[in-house]
């Protein structure tokens, strides 16, 4: 079936450093959508990208759709301990007009150092 | 609003045995689903439904059965546990398919013995 592929599955890093994880889908995806898991939690919405290029900000998080529509990244900077948590890509693919169901990403799990 | 709730949050069962983990949502939202999440796994979709009386099959739908005889309740029935079937399962919500964000329960971590 598609798949999206997300890389890294972790990341740890030192408290102020930055931190990136990306998206890559075999197919064209019509929009994509990011979601954050605390350990423990459940996972919570963060973004939703649907144009070719887009670029969104939340504070110290930017969100890329790439120009093809078949990648996405989230990036982070100047990492903080309340970063902490798995990071969720999650894909959709138009099938001749309908909408399909959001394909996740495996995640990167982010811990950080203080 | 309560969002989306699940129950029971935790649950142990022996193999064979059957139960059924409900969900509920309050904000008239059309789609509902079921995922595992299972380490290293991500989030797989099990079963989902695009409306009341409407369901279909995800990518794991093995081992489990649904029904959506209304808006509010999609409830997940698994006939005879096994041991694979040991997970953390969300409910997840939204307006529609294609439509919007989903809004996750806060899960039902299961064991099978």
């Excluded at chain 1, 990011?34 to 930017?62: A, D, M, N």
């Excluded at chain 1, 982070?76 to 309908?98: E, K, L, M, P």
């Excluded at chain 2, 309050?26 to 595992?36: I, Q």
């Amino acid at each position: 079936g598609q798949q999206v592929m997300q890389i890294p599955q972790y990341q740890h890093v030192q408290e102020g450093e930055d931190f990136t994880t990306y998206c890559n889908s075999s197919t064209t995806l019509s929009n994509i959508q990011w979601y954050k898991q605390r350990p423990g939690g459940h996972p919570v919405f963060l973004i939703q990208l649907v144009k070719s290029g887009e670029v969104k900000k939340q504070k110290r998080l930017t969100f890329q759709f790439g120009e093809a529509k078949k990648n996405s990244s989230l990036h982070i900077t100047a990492t903080q301990t309340t970063d902490v948590g798995t990071y969720f890509c999650a894909g959709r693919i138009n099938y001749g007009g309908s909408q399909g169901n959001l394909i996740f990403g495996k995640g990167t799990k982010l811990s950080v150092k203080p | 609003n309560a969002g989306v709730t699940q129950t029971p949050k935790f649950q142990v069962l022996k193999t064979g045995q059957s139960m059924t983990l409900q969900c509920a949502q309050d904000m008239n939202h059309e789609y509902m689903s079921w995922y595992r999440q299972d380490p290293g796994m991500g989030l797989r979709l099990i079963h989902y439904s695009v409306g009341a009386g409407i369901t279909d099959q995800g990518e794991v739908p093995n081992g489990y059965n649904v029904s959506r005889s209304t808006t509010e309740d999609f409830p997940l029935r698994l006939l005879s546990a096994a041991p694979s079937q040991t997970s953390v399962y969300f409910c997840a919500s939204s307006y529609g398919l294609g439509t919007g964000e989903l809004f996750f329960g806060e899960g039902s971590r299961l064991t099978v013995l």
